[in-house]
């Protein structure tokens, strides 16, 4: 049999915070409840990291999440464990560190900032008595002083000097070394940022930098009335290697693809992991028969790619992509040129893929 203790009765300011508190409990029940409701019909199992992912998308807190997900449902029908884990590296887990790692760099920042305030105020601190002692000096000699008085003085003045000059040694030298310990946190901060904008599994810029970089791209190509140019890629059968081969070998597939990439843009180019298989590729002061000789460059070089497994030389079999090219229009938002090259990027598929449509 089971004893169950009494509980004592609730305070009065008690029950009041918990009546207070009732609502967004409740809220945070729904969202949790919906979340396994998720996780269950679409056969996910409610590991932490995927329930965080439906969690997420319940909550639609970031908006991304929701919008990535809603995307790969419309693309496939439905979507797996592996899809989630892609979300949740890309928008949650890196996002969570990366905030902590920089929450912690800009404390200490802000440490050695307030360090070198206070250094600065101790020497003004230090001047001013210096400057007080040379006026004070100054005001009880007069004409009628005697020698040993003004030999005292002097002696008084080369100590006080000596103090002075001790103590601007000992300035600098903490300064420097407080500037030194204030470069390389700002560098350390600067790396942590530029990680927070790159995919952690391709070292491409991630979603969130592309759409950033469109959105300063196009505002330039507006203002100098300059060419520019998106292409959506997407590798073709993706899903194929994943399911035949593993996810391991799936993901050095997309690292493969994104060298490929890398060694294909220059300058302002910009290339970036869109999400799951998909990639983009920003590419300014670029006209559309340009981005399409740059496209049929890459897939020159994914024909002469023969992948094969590490262990036994098993052939992973020919990649290829699909490719979808949109050129900047002056009354362009960045939500109609990522329609029009991902409608292209379509008509390249249905078309067969492994082409081109632009």
Sequence with gaps: MLDFMKSAPAKPEETAEKQSGAPEFKAIEALA????????????????KTYAVWYSYAAGVPEEVAAKINGMI??????????????HQEYLLATEQDRKHQELLSRHLDREMAEIAKLVQGHLTSSENYS?????????????????????????????????RSE???????????????????????????????????????????????????????AHGSPMCLVIIDIDHFKRINDTHGHIVGDDVLRYFAAILMSNVKGRDLAARYGGEEFALILPETRIEQAHALCSHIMDQLEKS??????????????????GISQFCPDDTPEKLLTRADDKLYEAKNAGRNRIAR
């Design 306 to 323: 023969r992948l094969v497994l590490s262990e036994g030389k098993t052939p992973i079999g020919q990649l290829t992509a699909s490719f």
């Design 168 to 222: 601007t040694v000992k300035l600098n030298e903490s300064l420097t070394q407080t500037r030194a310990q204030v470069r390389k946190l700002r560098a350390n901060l600067e790396k942590s940022r530029e990680k927070e904008m790159r995919d952690s599994m391709t070292n491409l810029a991630n979603r969130r930098y592309f759409e950033t970089s469109l959105a300063r791209e196009i505002a330039e190509a507006r």
């Design 33 to 48: 409840a919906k979340a396994l409701m998720l996780a269950d019909a679409y056969q996910t199992p409610p590991i932490p």
């Design 74 to 87: 419309e693309k496939s029908g439905s979507i797996g464990p592996y899809e989630l884990d892609q979300v």
């Design 132 to 164: 007080g002692s040379l006026k004070n000096t100054a005001t009880s000699l007069d004409d009628r002083a005697s020698p040993a008085q003004v030999r005292t003085a002097i002696q008084f003045l080369l100590s006080e000097n000596a103090k002075m």
